[in-house]
């Protein structure tokens, strides 16, 4: 789509010094061979941008929080920050983070930003298409920086990559910090202008979260026969370390993703000493004085134990999650104690053929015991070897696929 500019205001005017780093000039210094673009004739861009409407992210590791329907983790979060970045052919002309650019507006009521970008001219003309935005949108107090850090979000405008260490967005939740903001359940979009701006130069964009989430389910620890071969108080500790597994020919790795380039929509990992985290499940007990270990929740009509539900980065576009791979399987490290038995077990299932998708929620739980064909589905026992999963893609895939669980009979 290709518009006539209009000169920009004095209010847009007054903003042209902050937006690169030649303060005094009134051109953007481009690449070579690239037309420089003078922001002192521009046209002012007019954004709503909008989060989905239930602000809760299915993941975590904490049992007194609260669950969905699903039997899936629920936590509540205010989003109510934005940040973002202005692109001119892949090119960074000014972000957020800059002194001086108008930052988006939040509206509580309807739970949607609004923001004014300035798009400035080339020969005359704007093509929108020419023009990007990056969107990120939290909380106002998390820590956010504009460089890749360990202990927040990092937002390398330059480089169009996201940096969310895996071990960040699934940290424990203590006692007394329900309410505070918490670094996880994040929002963004990059899209070209011309896919969400009209001919009267305004336009809106929903955001989605650019993580999938995984979770691990099974029904064996909530049968007593069974919670006996581990504690005579029906308390159990799981612990479990998820990662990756990747080969490519001869080689194989572990690792967890800490970066996304939405540029190329390509994930950014680390090996696994780099980026763990471990999920604790420990075992409370109610008000009632019943036992939870930790959380008994419904998922497709059965009782459940939830080992462990946490957000990972994912690409935009459902794709491989390591290029080139020829096997790609989740994989979890997991550990059962109780005051009478404790043991370890390592298991694998492997990711949906395609690859993966950001905002998408993978389930994987065991098959429902069958008595008369015992060495085809689950209920053999914990950390059985002869034990068969499925897995879920919700909600726009379902499939069955067998796995492989290392340990004991």
């Known amino acids: 789509m290709r518009i006539k500019t209009i000169l920009c205001s004095m209010a847009a005017l007054a903003m042209t010094s902050a937006i690169t780093s030649c303060q005094n000039e009134e051109t953007v210094k481009m690449p070579a061979n690239e037309p420089t673009l003078n922001m002192t004739d521009c046209q002012k861009v007019s954004l709503k941008i909008g989060v989905p409407s239930e602000l809760k992210t299915r993941a975590g590791e904490t049992p007194t929080l609260t669950y969905g329907s699903d039997?899936?983790?629920?936590?509540?979060?205010?989003?109510?920050?934005?940040?973002?970045?202005?692109?001119?052919?892949?090119?960074?002309?000014?972000?957020?983070?800059?002194?001086?650019?108008?930052?988006?507006?939040?509206?509580?009521?309807?739970?949607?930003?609004?923001?004014?970008?300035?798009?400035?001219?080339?020969?005359?003309?704007?093509?929108?298409?020419?023009?990007?935005?990056?969107?990120?949108?939290?909380?106002?107090?998390?820590?956010?920086?504009?460089?890749?850090?360990?202990d927040g979000i990092g937002l390398d405008?330059?480089?169009?990559?996201?940096?969310?260490?895996?071990?960040?967005?699934n940290k424990s939740v203590a006692d007394g910090d329900y309410f505070k903001p918490q670094q996880y359940d994040y929002f963004s979009k990059y899209a070209t202008l011309d896919d969400i701006v009209d001919s009267e130069f305004t336009g809106s964009v929903t955001l989605t979260r650019p993580f999938c989430q995984v979770s691990l389910l099974t029904d064996e620890l909530v049968h007593n026969g069974i919670l006996r071969t581990y504690a005579s108080d029906g308390k159990v500790t799981v612990?479990?370390?998820?990662?990756?597994?990747?080969?490519?020919?001869?080689?194989?790795?572990?690792?967890?993703?800490?970066?996304?380039?939405?540029?190329?929509?390509?994930?950014?990992?680390?090996?696994?000493?780099?980026?763990?985290?471990?999920?604790?499940?420990?075992?409370?007990?109610?008000?009632?004085?019943s036992l939870t270990i930790p959380q008994v929740v419904t998922f497709k009509s059965r009782n459940m134990y939830c080992i462990g539900s946490y957000l990972m980065l994912a690409p935009d576009s459902r794709k491989a999650y390591n290029a080139g791979s020829t096997m790609e399987?989740?994989?979890?490290?997991?550990?059962?104690?109780?005051?009478?038995?404790?043991?370890?077990?390592?298991?694998?299932?492997?990711?949906?053929?395609?690859?993966?998708?950001?905002?998408?929620?993978?389930?994987?739980?065991?098959?429902?015991?069958?008595?008369?064909?015992?060495?085809?589905?689950?209920?053999?026992?914990?950390?059985?070897?002869?034990?068969?999963l499925d897995i879920v893609v919700d909600p726009t895939w379902e499939g069955t696929q067998d796995i492989s669980w290392e340990g004991q009979e």
């Open 329 to 388: 399987q989740f994989s979890f490290a997991i550990n059962v104690t109780g005051d009478l038995n404790s043991t370890d077990a390592n298991l694998t299932t492997d990711i949906p053929t395609g690859g993966l998708k950001a905002n998408e929620k993978y389930v994987i739980y065991n098959k429902q015991f069958d008595p008369e064909n015992p060495e085809e589905g689950g209920g053999h026992g914990v950390l059985s070897t002869h034990y068969v």
């Open 157 to 169: 405008f330059a480089n169009k990559t996201l940096y969310a260490y895996p071990a960040l967005l």
């Open 239 to 289: 612990d479990a370390t998820p990662s990756v597994f990747t080969q490519k020919e001869s080689s194989t790795s572990e690792t967890l993703p800490y970066g996304w380039n939405y540029g190329t929509d390509e994930l950014i990992l680390k090996d696994l000493s780099q980026s763990t985290f471990t999920l604790n499940g420990k075992a409370i007990t109610n008000v009632d004085g």
């Open 71 to 150: 039997g899936l983790y629920n936590f509540s979060r205010t989003v109510d920050k934005l940040w973002y970045a202005v692109y001119n052919k892949g090119n960074l002309i000014y972000d957020s983070f800059e002194a001086g650019i108008p930052q988006a507006i939040y509206n509580s009521e309807s739970e949607s930003f609004m923001l004014d970008i300035l798009i400035p001219k080339i020969n005359e003309e704007i093509n929108l298409a020419d023009y990007s935005v990056f969107f990120f949108a939290g909380n106002a107090l998390d820590k956010v920086q504009n460089s890749e850090i360990t």
